[in-house]
């Protein structure tokens, strides 16, 4: 199983793909800090919508096997910058989250093209609230 770092705004969607992952209580919680679980590695939104806080970001990733960059359908800020995906030494993957709020077809493809420019090399589409389209990525966390 890969471990993963989960990396994306506030409220993007993060600790909830965690806790259905994990088959753990879906509720509200703000990440305050890192929070290392067995497989997946939790860090605060702020850690993206920062830029004096990348650094945190490139160093706890390498506790990771896999960086996993996180869009919501419904933030339509630029989050992460072109090539982000370049400040690790590890494979990137992107996950549009919220895909049940989508009301348009645009929101979904605007969201797989923000981290394909940051340079995630798969995209997921999942809504983790609504248990939706998760089996997929959940494989290929679980790939060797």
């Known amino acids: 199983m890969k471990r993963?770092?989960?990396v994306g705004t506030i409220g993007c969607?993060?600790?909830t793909l965690l806790q259905r992952l994990n088959r753990l209580t879906i509720h509200y919680n703000k990440t305050q800090s890192v929070e290392f679980f067995k497989?997946?590695?939790?860090?605060?939104g702020e850690f993206i919508e920062h830029r004096r806080m990348y650094t945190n970001i490139a160093t706890t990733a390498m506790d990771a096997d896999v960086v996993?960059?996180?869009?919501?359908?419904?933030?339509?800020r630029l989050i992460f910058?072109?090539?982000f995906s370049t400040m690790f030494g590890r494979p990137v993957v992107g996950v549009v989250t919220k895909i049940d709020l989508a009301t348009t077809l645009d929101q979904l493809k605007w969201a797989e093209k923000q981290l394909r420019e940051a340079g995630a090399q798969r995209i997921f589409e999942v809504s983790a609230l609504k248990d939706l389209q998760l089996d997929e990525f959940q494989a290929y966390l679980e790939e060797k």
């Open 81 to 83: 910058p072109e090539a």
């Open 39 to 44: 497989n997946i590695i939790d860090t605060p």
């Open 68 to 76: 996993v960059l996180l869009q919501s359908v419904t933030d339509q």
């Open 13 to 15: 969607g993060k600790t």
């Open 4 to 6: 993963a770092m989960f």
